[in-house]
């Protein structure tokens, strides 16, 4: 769930500190795991949370069992081979799934060879009408701009996706009369290294050699109080204004896309994750890098992310693309 107060937030920081200025028809969107809750029968009373959460451990458990004996999909071009997975679950609180995942493969070897695969997470902004249209409108805007554009370099051509993503959100918003709005965290891995394009509060890490890293910043207001010695870093998680967004898609019209300024270069063996904040506020980065490094397969650490996201709580949607890129 977000929650714009864009301008009020900058104003909040300078009174705080008066020096703080899937589903793209081609290429196809590769679906991500449903692992949402059973719902009770019609006629049946609802079950108690406590029953309703023993009910999803018990089938993340039946799921676990498949997903050991279940090989990570995967895809070779170049020479690159690239493992991955993909999940989303609405989590425990929510009534609605308002995240979307979504990872871009084309089908074309030629296209693949050229333009890479591409992992999109999008978190719509719950406290808006319409969030979940909103995070499904980034994920198809983002992946289709990114391979039709003619756009020679890959950094550019993902940067001008994600604006044409908040371009979109924008026209849609006029015209429905819906007030909408959107993080979006874009992760591409092609020949050349790996990109990004980053809006939000959502992230990126990479695992190499059982170190993990986190790749992008957070845009919020907690996140900027934190970088300027506002706020210590243990009491953002806690803090009321930590879903307060500084930056976002389909919210004014003063976007700013981040971006690397450069390619990352790979290694074999990274290991990235694209999630969603109903992910990481709930994991500190050692357990993320420990669930990730222990697990057998990238499926079955997707299981173990999420499983734990829904064992502290579930208070969010959960969303989580992993990638292995072996050379």
């Known amino acids: ?5 864009h ?3 900058k104003k909040l920081l300078r009174r705080l500190a008066p020096s703080v200025v899937e589903r793209v028809p081609a290429p196809e969107a590769a679906a991500a795991d449903d692992m949402s809750a059973t719902q009770p029968a019609t006629g049946f009373t609802a079950p108690s949370k406590a029953l309703s959460y023993t009910l999803e451990m018990l089938k993340l458990t039946a799921e676990a069992i498949a997903a050991r004996a279940r090989p990570d999909a995967h895809i070779q071009f170049g020479c690159l081979e690239v493992f991955y997975h993909a999940s989303s679950d609405t989590g425990l609180v929510r009534k609605r799934n308002e995240d979307a995942c979504g990872l871009f493969i084309p089908p074309d070897p030629g296209v693949l060879a050229a333009r ?12 808006h009408e319409c969030g979940d249209r909103a995070s ?30 908040h371009e979109a959100l924008l026209s849609d918003a006029a015209a429905s009369h819906h007030d909408m709005g959107s993080t979006c965290s874009a992760l591409l891995i092609c020949c050349r290294g790996a990109y990004a394009a ?15 890293e986190q790749l992008t910043e957070d845009e919020s207001m907690v996140a900027e109080m934190v970088r300027r010695g506002m706020l210590a870093p243990e009491r953002a998680r806690s803090h009321p204004g930590r879903s307060v967004l500084l930056n976002a898609l389909g919210q004014g019209l003063d976007l700013k896309v981040a971006r690397w300024p450069g390619p990352q270069e790979l290694r074999s063996g990274d290991v990235f994750l694209v999630c969603s904040d109903g992910l990481h506020s709930l994991l500190e980065d050692p357990e993320i890098a420990e669930l990730i490094a222990g697990a057998p397969s990238l499926t079955e650490a997707n299981r173990r992310l999420v499983g734990k996201a829904l064992e502290r709580g579930g208070t969010d949607n959960v969303s989580s ?7």
């Open 1 to 5: 769930m977000r929650i714009r107060v």
């Open 7 to 9: 301008g009020v937030a």
């Open 116 to 127: 890479g695969v591409l992992a999109v997470v999008a978190d719509g902004m719950g406290g």
């Open 136 to 165: 499904s409108l980034v994920l198809e805007t983002v992946g289709k701009a990114y391979y039709d554009s003619a756009e020679p370099d890959p950094g550019e051509a993902l940067a001008g996706a994600v604006s044409k993503a």
């Open 198 to 212: 980053h809006v939000g509060d959502s992230r990126i890490y990479r695992l190499r050699d059982g170190r993990l």
């Open 321 to 327: 693309i992993l990638v292995r890129v072996v050379l």
